[in-house]
């Protein structure tokens, strides 16, 4: 019994879609790290400097004072005294994130999309430019032919129908 489930277990993990969505959720852990990176240093602290010197890290409420009595200078001040901290500004942080990595996404699948698109006209103009219809058996027949293969019938040029 174990085998069996064993074997099947190999079997899937070793389908393509399987492997490719692994490479995915890798690639996907280093982008977000790469996102949290942009929001924390490069996007965060000029934000906050707009907005009046604020850092949206330690923007946090004091639930409950821990074992040194409130004001904390830092979430981390206040975490290290074991207050209960309300973290409002790491949400905010993680909310931009969101929307960068959501907005990135975006732009990806709008570029595959878009892509996909010259792609599918491409194979449609190469398909069409190669063949045409006989006009006496409706069958697809090569661009360059004189002669249907099907019906045998001769194709005269005015009588051809190119496939779109």
Known sequence: MFKGFLGEFKKFAMRGNVIDMAVGIIIGAAFGKIVDSLVKDVIM???????????FTNMFIVMKEGATPAPYN?????????AVTWNFGLFV???ISFLIVAF?????IKA?????EKMDKKEAKEEAATTKTCPYCFSEIPL????CPHC???LPAEKVSKKK
């Open 45 to 55: 602290p000029p934000l906050g400097l707009l907005l009046g010197k604020v850092d």
């Open 93 to 95: 942080n993680a909310v």
């Open 74 to 82: 830092s979430l981390a001040a206040a975490q290290s005294a074991g």
């Open 112 to 116: 595959i999309n878009k892509l996909q």
């Open 152 to 154: 045998t019938s001769e």
């Open 144 to 147: 360059q032919a004189t002669r």
């Open 104 to 108: 990135a996404v975006f732009l990806l």
